[in-house]
């Protein structure tokens, strides 16, 4: 099944062309025209979301699961031409977005078995007490509501399941809450796809049409008007921290300054307990150069630091990343902006004093070949720099002379999505004083593992402190997910009758 785009904005129903045009920049294979996003394109979505929250927001979990699935139906129906367009455009394998293909379709199917259970309602009821002294106190329920439309930004590393009806939109769906998702430039041709799908479940299920809408490209004014939308009461944006970190701001500028649910980055630093390594050094460096390279380096969790003590074992760790990673070949880029700022990133860890280069490699135009430096734990501690994330398979080891440096470089850590511990049983004494430390600093705490691989369930917290994400409170992988597009409300002596049904259900 060959499918070729039509290059145009979904929006409330209707296929809308703009005026202006752009190109893909594909990885392989045909470029596509594709209309630009305009504020006026914005505003007509954004209108037609909120007059679609007065049915939808008032559905029954019923009715949201069916439609979640009847998703999830329509993107497997599309399953060939979404794996053959979905390659072209990010270069991704096949056997790599038809994993993220599933990964999509099942979060689609896990919120809408989470919703049905109604647990993430939170009911609460404390009955009157007409007779308590020296007041009375009334009945009181509350329960959680779904906040209003919903503004998604696609990623570029996620074509699918970060993207049009990723995590963000399957969340906000089963809020109860319409999305407005702006494409990534990086896939438009897959966006295009997948809202065909969530288009063709809108008909089938009898939805408003203004639930969801697709806004192409555009410049930054069209993010800027999808953000500050006085109709818009969220976003959730997974990308740099650069723009994020802009959407963000505007966001709390706002006259009314809404919610800005940001994963922004992530260097996931590893620390290499001394009887783990020196049980398994070696293993634990092959197994971290796969984890490094996996997906060119691509992955918001990317084990981009090792931390370990000096020593005969962190030569060993070294030298066996060091032959894995040599074995490893070019891959390709997800986009030519992201290579070149892959490239800038190694030039800048480089030329960074206190820095030895350990593997050196060629990568230009759009393809990358590993790296990997390594430092002091003393040039760590005085140079910010160093913790910050290059995107792609670079690898920093950091050679700390003692567990007392160790701990130090772990409490100067900014916020991470992850951190992980290779640990043996002899290690518990000093990774129990480690874990309150890694507890401020991420959202996920692994043992014996490498981050990369993120599970869609109901534990998992894919978010963490400022800056992998803003809001440290939330996540944006797994059910908790669903808790950003939803608020509290009491009702207070409602008469059961005028109560919503899932209330007193």
């Not at 802009?246 to 009314?256: I, M, T, V």
């Not at 030895?356 to 990568?363: A, D």
């Amino acid at each position: 099944m060959t499918f070729t785009p039509h290059g145009k904005h979904l929006i409330a129903g209707d296929w809308v062309a703009s005026e202006d045009t752009f190109a893909s920049a594909p990885a392989h294979g045909p470029s596509h025209l594709f209309s630009h996003g305009t504020p006026d394109v914005v505003d007509r979505a954004v209108q037609a979301a909120e007059e679609a929250f007065w049915s939808f927001g008032y559905s029954s979990r019923e009715e949201r699961a069916a439609f979640l699935n009847t998703i999830a139906d329509e993107i497997e129906a599309r399953a060939e031409a979404i794996t053959e367009i979905g390659s072209q455009e990010s270069g991704l394998p096949e056997g790599r977005l038809q994993g993220e293909r599933g990964r999509t379709t099942g979060q689609l199917r896990l919120f809408a078995t989470h919703i049905l259970k109604a647990e993430y309602l939170d009911r609460r009821h404390d009955v009157a007490l007409p007779d308590r002294q020296p007041l009375p106190r009334p009945d009181i329920r509350m329960m959680q509501r779904p906040i209003g439309p919903v503004a998604v930004f696609g990623a570029s590393n996620f074509p699918l399941a970060f993207s049009t009806a990723g995590g963000d939109t399957a969340s906000a769906l089963a809020a109860g809450c319409p999305v407005v998702v702006k494409g990534h430039d990086a896939h438009p041709g897959t966006g295009e796809i997948i809202a065909e799908a969530i288009h063709a479940a809108i008909q089938t299920c009898g939805v408003h049409p203004g639930v969801f809408s697709l806004v192409q490209g555009g410049s930054r004014d069209v993010g800027v008007a999808l953000v500050q939308h006085p109709l818009v009461r969220a976003v959730g944006f997974t990308g740099s921290l650069g723009g994020g970190r802009a959407l963000f701001d505007l966001c709390a500028q706002r006259p009314e300054p809404i919610p800005f649910f940001g994963e922004l980055g992530s260097v996931n630093p590893m620390f290499l307990l001394p009887a783990a390594m020196s049980a398994r050094a070696a293993d634990i460096g092959t197994g971290w150069a796969g984890s490094l390279t996996m997906g060119a380096g691509q992955f918001c969790t990317n084990p981009g630091i090792s931390v370990v003590i000096d020593g005969p074992d962190a030569d060993t760790y070294l030298n066996a990343a060091v032959k894995a990673l040599s074995a490893t070949g070019a891959q390709v880029m997800l986009t030519d902006g992201i290579a070149t700022a892959y490239r800038a990133g190694r030039d800048k860890i480089a030329a960074t004093s206190g820095v030895q280069e350990v593997l050196t490699s060629t990568c230009d135009l759009r393809n990358a070949t590993p790296y990997l430096f390594a430092t002091t734990g003393a040039e760590w501690l005085t140079n910010e720099a160093l913790g910050e994330e290059v995107f792609g398979p670079l690898g920093l080891i950091v050679r700390v002379t003692d567990v007392e440096e160790m701990r130090a470089v772990a409490k100067s850590l900014q916020g991470q999505l992850t951190c992980t511990l290779h640990m043996d049983a002899d290690d518990a004494d000093l990774a129990q004083s480690l874990l309150p430390i890694l507890e401020r600093k991420a959202g996920r705490i692994l043992a014996n593992g490498f981050p990369t691989g993120v599970e869609v369930c109901d534990a998992m917290v894919h978010g963490g402190p400022y800056p992998a994400s803003t809001n440290f409170g939330a996540t944006s992988v797994g059910t908790l997910a669903i808790r950003r597009f939803l608020r509290p409300v009491s009702y207070q002596n409602i008469p059961e009758a005028v109560l919503p049904r899932d209330l007193i259900g």
